[in-house]
Protein backbone atom coordinates (compact mmCIF):
# COMPACT_ATOMS: atom_id res chain seq x y z
CA UNK A 1 0.00 0.00 0.00
CA UNK A 2 3.12 2.44 1.04
CA UNK A 3 4.37 1.91 -2.73
CA UNK A 4 1.07 2.59 -4.24
CA UNK A 5 0.71 5.46 -2.06
CA UNK A 6 4.23 6.92 -3.09
CA UNK A 7 3.62 5.94 -6.82
CA UNK A 8 0.03 7.89 -6.82
CA UNK A 9 2.27 11.25 -5.04
CA UNK A 10 4.64 11.04 -7.73
CA UNK A 11 2.59 10.91 -10.65
CA UNK A 12 0.30 13.85 -8.92
CA UNK A 13 3.92 16.23 -9.19
CA UNK A 14 4.61 14.70 -12.35
CA UNK A 15 0.85 16.08 -13.47
CA UNK A 16 1.18 19.59 -11.70
CA UNK A 17 4.85 20.03 -13.05
CA UNK A 18 3.43 19.52 -16.60
CA UNK A 19 0.18 21.42 -15.95
CA UNK A 20 2.54 24.23 -15.04
CA UNK A 21 4.14 24.08 -18.54
CA UNK A 22 1.16 23.80 -20.61
CA UNK A 23 -0.61 26.51 -18.50
CA UNK A 24 2.36 28.81 -19.71
CA UNK A 25 2.30 28.00 -23.03
CA UNK A 26 -1.54 28.61 -23.24
CA UNK A 27 -0.24 32.46 -22.02
CA UNK A 28 2.30 32.82 -24.19
CA UNK A 29 0.28 31.92 -27.01
CA UNK A 30 -2.55 34.04 -25.75
CA UNK A 31 -0.49 37.26 -25.84
CA UNK A 32 1.10 36.55 -28.54
CA UNK A 33 -1.85 36.17 -30.69
CA UNK A 34 -2.93 39.14 -30.22
CA UNK A 35 0.67 40.58 -31.89
CA UNK A 36 -0.51 38.00 -34.55
CA UNK A 37 -3.76 39.38 -35.20
CA UNK A 38 -2.27 42.86 -34.96
CA UNK A 39 0.31 42.27 -38.17
CA UNK A 40 -1.98 40.74 -40.39
CA UNK A 41 -4.74 43.97 -40.12
CA UNK A 42 -1.98 46.16 -40.78
CA UNK A 43 -0.87 44.37 -43.59
CA UNK A 44 -3.82 44.26 -44.87
CA UNK A 45 -4.14 47.94 -46.48
CA UNK A 46 -0.74 47.49 -48.21
CA UNK A 47 -1.95 44.83 -49.95
CA UNK A 48 -5.34 45.46 -50.91
CA UNK A 49 -3.86 48.91 -52.45
CA UNK A 50 -1.27 46.78 -54.07
CA UNK A 51 -4.02 44.51 -55.61
CA UNK A 52 -5.80 47.49 -56.94
CA UNK A 53 -2.41 48.53 -58.83
CA UNK A 54 -2.19 45.69 -60.18
CA UNK A 55 -5.70 45.07 -61.27
CA UNK A 56 -5.40 48.07 -62.67
CA UNK A 57 -3.06 47.16 -65.15
CA UNK A 58 -3.54 44.28 -66.29
CA UNK A 59 -7.15 45.50 -67.07
CA UNK A 60 -6.22 48.81 -68.98
CA UNK A 61 -2.94 47.39 -70.33
CA UNK A 62 -3.06 44.63 -73.12
CA UNK A 63 1.12 43.11 -71.79
CA UNK A 64 1.27 40.05 -72.53
CA UNK A 65 3.84 38.68 -68.72
CA UNK A 66 5.03 35.88 -68.15
CA UNK A 67 3.56 36.03 -64.51
CA UNK A 68 0.01 36.25 -65.86
CA UNK A 69 -0.11 34.03 -68.81
CA UNK A 70 -1.64 30.80 -68.65
CA UNK A 71 0.61 28.18 -70.10
CA UNK A 72 -1.21 25.93 -73.14
CA UNK A 73 -0.31 22.99 -71.69
CA UNK A 74 0.21 22.32 -67.63
CA UNK A 75 2.83 19.82 -66.85
CA UNK A 76 4.44 20.66 -63.78
CA UNK A 77 3.28 22.49 -60.25
CA UNK A 78 4.87 23.81 -57.42
CA UNK A 79 3.19 23.56 -54.30
CA UNK A 80 4.22 25.61 -51.07
CA UNK A 81 2.99 23.96 -48.06
CA UNK A 82 2.80 26.33 -45.14
CA UNK A 83 3.08 23.89 -41.35
CA UNK A 84 4.44 25.06 -38.03
CA UNK A 85 8.68 24.91 -37.06
CA UNK A 86 7.32 23.43 -33.18
CA UNK A 87 4.56 20.70 -31.84
CA UNK A 88 2.11 20.93 -29.16
CA UNK A 89 -0.68 22.80 -31.55
CA UNK A 90 -3.27 20.02 -31.99
CA UNK A 91 -4.29 19.07 -35.43
CA UNK A 92 -3.05 22.56 -37.07
CA UNK A 93 0.39 20.85 -38.97
CA UNK A 94 -1.19 17.68 -39.61
CA UNK A 95 -4.73 19.51 -41.00
CA UNK A 96 -2.53 21.67 -43.48
CA UNK A 97 -0.46 18.54 -44.94
CA UNK A 98 -3.40 16.39 -45.32
CA UNK A 99 -4.93 19.37 -47.52
CA UNK A 100 -1.66 19.42 -49.49
CA UNK A 101 -1.87 15.89 -49.88
CA UNK A 102 -5.51 16.22 -51.44
CA UNK A 103 -4.11 18.57 -53.25
CA UNK A 104 -1.20 16.43 -54.45
CA UNK A 105 -3.84 13.57 -55.81
CA UNK A 106 -5.70 15.87 -57.76
CA UNK A 107 -2.76 17.44 -59.79
CA UNK A 108 -1.54 13.80 -60.28
CA UNK A 109 -4.82 12.59 -60.84
CA UNK A 110 -4.84 15.59 -64.03
CA UNK A 111 -1.52 14.21 -65.07
CA UNK A 112 0.92 17.07 -63.57
CA UNK A 113 4.15 16.71 -61.79
CA UNK A 114 4.43 18.14 -58.48
CA UNK A 115 7.20 19.50 -57.04
CA UNK A 116 7.43 20.10 -52.96
CA UNK A 117 8.18 23.55 -51.03
CA UNK A 118 8.07 23.20 -47.78
CA UNK A 119 7.72 26.14 -44.72
CA UNK A 120 8.20 25.06 -41.32
CA UNK A 121 9.92 21.83 -39.15
CA UNK A 122 6.66 19.49 -38.88
CA UNK A 123 6.49 19.73 -42.62
CA UNK A 124 9.79 19.34 -43.41
CA UNK A 125 9.87 16.01 -40.91
CA UNK A 126 6.87 14.76 -42.32
CA UNK A 127 7.72 14.43 -45.99
CA UNK A 128 11.81 13.50 -44.61
CA UNK A 129 10.17 10.59 -42.62
CA UNK A 130 8.11 9.18 -46.12
CA UNK A 131 11.12 9.80 -47.97
CA UNK A 132 9.56 12.23 -50.57
CA UNK A 133 11.69 14.45 -52.76
CA UNK A 134 11.36 18.36 -51.46
CA UNK A 135 12.50 21.20 -53.39
CA UNK A 136 13.41 23.56 -50.87
CA UNK A 137 12.52 24.45 -47.91
CA UNK A 138 12.60 27.07 -44.74
CA UNK A 139 12.42 26.81 -40.94
CA UNK A 140 12.70 29.17 -37.66
CA UNK A 141 9.79 32.07 -38.58
CA UNK A 142 6.64 29.91 -38.58
CA UNK A 143 4.94 31.81 -35.84
CA UNK A 144 6.59 35.20 -36.28
CA UNK A 145 6.65 35.27 -39.75
CA UNK A 146 9.13 38.36 -41.73
CA UNK A 147 8.38 39.93 -45.21
CA UNK A 148 12.17 39.07 -45.65
CA UNK A 149 11.21 35.29 -45.83
CA UNK A 150 8.14 35.92 -47.54
CA UNK A 151 10.30 37.72 -49.80
CA UNK A 152 12.67 34.83 -50.35
CA UNK A 153 10.45 32.46 -50.86
CA UNK A 154 8.40 34.19 -53.10
CA UNK A 155 11.37 34.65 -55.41
CA UNK A 156 12.49 31.30 -55.51
CA UNK A 157 8.65 30.38 -56.63
CA UNK A 158 8.78 33.03 -59.51
CA UNK A 159 12.03 32.04 -60.69
CA UNK A 160 10.85 28.48 -60.98
CA UNK A 161 7.82 29.84 -62.70
CA UNK A 162 9.66 31.71 -65.18
CA UNK A 163 12.81 29.07 -65.94
CA UNK A 164 13.14 28.04 -69.06
CA UNK A 165 14.74 24.33 -67.93
CA UNK A 166 11.99 21.71 -68.42
CA UNK A 167 13.09 19.83 -65.33
CA UNK A 168 13.17 22.87 -63.22
CA UNK A 169 10.62 24.87 -64.71
CA UNK A 170 6.86 24.94 -63.68
CA UNK A 171 3.64 25.81 -65.13
CA UNK A 172 1.41 26.13 -61.62
CA UNK A 173 2.23 27.29 -58.55
CA UNK A 174 0.05 26.48 -55.56
CA UNK A 175 0.28 27.55 -51.94
CA UNK A 176 -1.32 25.72 -48.63
CA UNK A 177 -1.60 27.72 -46.06
CA UNK A 178 -3.90 27.62 -42.57
CA UNK A 179 -6.92 30.62 -43.00
CA UNK A 180 -7.43 32.29 -39.36
CA UNK A 181 -11.12 32.85 -38.79
CA UNK A 182 -11.54 33.04 -35.80
CA UNK A 183 -9.81 31.54 -32.23
CA UNK A 184 -11.85 28.35 -32.59
CA UNK A 185 -12.13 27.60 -36.26
CA UNK A 186 -9.01 27.82 -38.80
CA UNK A 187 -9.39 26.07 -42.13
CA UNK A 188 -6.67 24.59 -44.28
CA UNK A 189 -6.72 26.45 -47.82
CA UNK A 190 -5.44 26.52 -51.13
CA UNK A 191 -4.44 29.30 -53.46
CA UNK A 192 -3.33 29.23 -56.81
CA UNK A 193 -0.55 32.11 -56.83
CA UNK A 194 0.32 31.33 -60.02
CA UNK A 195 -0.28 32.04 -63.17
CA UNK A 196 -1.64 35.60 -61.37
CA UNK A 197 -4.96 35.75 -60.57
CA UNK A 198 -6.02 38.59 -59.63
CA UNK A 199 -8.90 38.89 -56.48
CA UNK A 200 -9.51 42.81 -55.53
CA UNK A 201 -10.59 41.77 -52.24
CA UNK A 202 -13.03 39.06 -49.87
CA UNK A 203 -15.59 41.83 -49.32
CA UNK A 204 -18.26 43.17 -52.00
CA UNK A 205 -17.88 46.53 -51.31
CA UNK A 206 -14.16 45.98 -52.65
CA UNK A 207 -15.17 44.06 -55.29
CA UNK A 208 -17.11 46.61 -56.49
CA UNK A 209 -15.35 49.78 -56.67
CA UNK A 210 -14.07 51.20 -59.82
CA UNK A 211 -10.76 51.37 -60.87
CA UNK A 212 -9.21 54.40 -61.25
CA UNK A 213 -7.31 54.74 -64.42
CA UNK A 214 -3.97 55.08 -64.37
CA UNK A 215 -0.84 56.15 -66.74
CA UNK A 216 1.82 54.10 -67.29
CA UNK A 217 5.61 55.64 -67.13
CA UNK A 218 7.70 54.28 -68.53
CA UNK A 219 5.64 51.64 -69.93
CA UNK A 220 2.59 49.04 -69.13
CA UNK A 221 5.31 46.13 -69.11
CA UNK A 222 8.19 47.79 -66.77
CA UNK A 223 5.27 48.67 -64.32
CA UNK A 224 4.43 44.91 -64.37
CA UNK A 225 7.82 43.87 -64.08
CA UNK A 226 8.00 45.97 -60.81
CA UNK A 227 4.52 45.28 -59.40
CA UNK A 228 3.67 41.67 -59.76
CA UNK A 229 7.03 40.34 -57.75
CA UNK A 230 6.35 42.32 -54.94
CA UNK A 231 2.60 40.87 -55.20
CA UNK A 232 3.42 37.73 -55.23
CA UNK A 233 5.54 38.71 -51.78
CA UNK A 234 2.59 40.28 -50.22
CA UNK A 235 0.27 37.60 -51.23
CA UNK A 236 2.56 35.02 -49.45
CA UNK A 237 3.30 36.93 -46.52
CA UNK A 238 -0.18 37.30 -46.10
CA UNK A 239 -0.66 33.48 -46.05
CA UNK A 240 2.51 33.68 -43.50
CA UNK A 241 0.66 36.27 -41.44
CA UNK A 242 -2.47 34.24 -41.32
CA UNK A 243 -1.42 30.63 -40.77
CA UNK A 244 0.83 31.95 -37.75
CA UNK A 245 -2.53 33.60 -36.03
CA UNK A 246 -3.60 30.19 -37.12
CA UNK A 247 -0.74 27.92 -35.16
CA UNK A 248 -0.64 30.11 -32.36
CA UNK A 249 -5.08 29.62 -32.29
CA UNK A 250 -4.38 26.09 -32.42
CA UNK A 251 -1.42 26.03 -29.90
CA UNK A 252 -3.20 28.42 -26.83
CA UNK A 253 -6.26 25.79 -27.48
CA UNK A 254 -4.33 22.49 -27.71
CA UNK A 255 -2.64 23.81 -24.34
CA UNK A 256 -5.43 24.92 -22.87
CA UNK A 257 -7.21 21.27 -23.18
CA UNK A 258 -3.90 20.05 -21.56
CA UNK A 259 -4.31 22.20 -18.84
CA UNK A 260 -7.66 21.22 -18.22
CA UNK A 261 -6.56 17.39 -18.21
CA UNK A 262 -3.98 17.78 -15.97
CA UNK A 263 -6.34 19.41 -13.89
CA UNK A 264 -8.88 16.26 -13.98
CA UNK A 265 -5.76 13.89 -13.94
CA UNK A 266 -4.66 15.73 -10.81
CA UNK A 267 -8.56 15.42 -9.17
CA UNK A 268 -8.38 11.44 -9.79
CA UNK A 269 -4.62 10.86 -8.74
CA UNK A 270 -5.35 12.49 -5.35
CA UNK A 271 -8.67 11.24 -4.52
CA UNK A 272 -7.24 7.47 -5.28
CA UNK A 273 -4.11 8.93 -3.34
CA UNK A 274 -6.81 9.63 -0.38
CA UNK A 275 -8.70 6.35 -0.37
CA UNK A 276 -5.61 3.84 -1.05
CA UNK A 277 -4.39 6.11 2.33
CA UNK A 278 -7.56 5.88 4.10
CA UNK A 279 -7.77 2.14 3.01
CA UNK A 280 -4.22 1.78 4.65
CA UNK A 281 -5.43 3.22 7.99
CA UNK A 282 -8.44 1.18 8.18
CA UNK A 283 -6.47 -2.11 7.89
CA UNK A 284 -3.76 -0.74 10.32
CA UNK A 285 -6.58 -0.08 13.24
CA UNK A 286 -8.40 -3.76 12.16
CA UNK A 287 -4.79 -5.06 12.38
CA UNK A 288 -4.03 -3.38 15.88
CA UNK A 289 -8.42 -4.58 16.91
CA UNK A 290 -7.26 -7.95 15.87
CA UNK A 291 -4.03 -7.72 18.02
CA UNK A 292 -5.98 -6.66 20.98
CA UNK A 293 -8.14 -8.93 20.89
CA UNK A 294 -5.68 -11.89 20.39
CA UNK A 295 -3.42 -10.66 23.50
CA UNK A 296 -6.96 -10.23 25.15
CA UNK A 297 -7.82 -14.01 24.37
CA UNK A 298 -4.96 -15.28 25.14
CA UNK A 299 -4.47 -14.03 28.57
CA UNK A 300 -8.19 -14.93 29.41
CA UNK A 301 -6.95 -18.75 28.74
CA UNK A 302 -4.31 -18.44 30.64
CA UNK A 303 -5.91 -17.24 33.93
Request: charged share 30%; no cysteine.
Given at each position: MAASLRELRARIKSVQATKKITRAMELIAASRIVKAQQRARAAAPYARELTRAVSAVATYSNV???LTTEPAESRRAAVLVVTSDR???GAYSSSA???AE???EKLRGEGKEVDLYISGRKGVGYYAFRQRPVVQSWTGFSDQPTYDAAREIADTLIEAFIAEEADTAVDEVHVVFTRFKTMLVQEPTTVRLLPLEVVEGDSKSEVDDVLPLYEFEPTAADVLDALLPRYVQSRIFFCLLQASASELAARQRA????TDNAEELI???????NQA???GITQEISEIVGGVNALADANAGSE
Open positions: DHPGLALKERLGMKSAKEYTQTARQA
